[in-house]
């Protein structure tokens, strides 16, 4: 995703409380921090919000952790969420640092919505579900390792690393899947007719 700077990005990644900007200072603390012993789900590229902010509305007994590395959409994304949301924060940075943000086994699922395809041949270790990524996830993740999204290109790495794959569907929308909260993304390819493509992947270590 790729948005034009905001003049009023800066002081908005200042002023909103949503926005953690010493989440390093968190690490090992995300707990205190929400305030309670809830499980923690984090989307990597959060975009605009959409998708963790309808979560922490329906899943009051989870906190949501949205990571994004550019400044405006993530002031978009913490200005779009206009109620309060004690279980939701948004974090700047990039998925390349996620050990610098979490002690093992600090969050128990990741969401990937629609990333950055990063579609040239010569680019491919950038893509989020690179092997070398999944074994980041997984030494972080620990055990309970939880990761839901991507694909084609996707479920290659995952078998290739050795994550145990489930809820594979290449028409998520026409598919038998309950409680699906869309990502800004999904609506707009669905509205256009596109199917969805969907799959959960654990670890089996």
């Known amino acids: 995703m790729r948005v034009r700077k905001k003049p009023w990005a800066a002081q908005e990644l200042l002023d909103n409380t949503l926005v953690i900007n010493d989440a390093p200072e968190k690490k090992g603390k995300w707990k205190e921090y929400f ?16 998708f963790l902010r309808k979560n922490a509305q ?18 978009m994304a913490a200005r779009r969420a206009d109620e309060e949301l004690p279980n939701l924060a948004f974090v700047r940075d990039n998925a390349s640092n996620l050990s610098d943000l979490f002690e093992v086994g600090e969050f128990q699922r990741l969401y990937l919505n629609f990333s950055d395809p990063w579609p040239k041949k010569r680019t491919y270790k950038r893509r989020l579900t690179y092997r070398g990524f999944l074994q980041e996830y997984r030494r972080i993740m620990g ?9 084609e290109f996707s479920l290659n790495e995952f078998c290739a690393d050795d994550w145990k794959l489930s809820n594979i569907s290449l028409d998520l929308h026409n598919s ?25 992947a654990r670890n089996r270590k």
Do not use: W
Request: glycine letters at 14%; aromatic letters at 12%; hydrophobic letters at 30%.
């Open 58 to 75: 329906a899943y009051p007994d989870v906190n949501f952790i949205g990571i994004e590395r550019q400044e405006t959409v993530v002031a």
């Open 176 to 200: 038998d899947y309950e409680g699906n909260i869309m990502t800004e993304y999904e609506e707009k390819f669905s509205s256009r007719g596109m199917p969805i493509y969907r799959l959960e």
């Open 143 to 151: 055990e309970d390792a939880e990761i839901r999204g991507l694909f």
């Open 35 to 50: 305030g309670n012993d809830h499980p923690i789900y984090v989307e990597i590229g959060c975009g605009k919000g959409g």
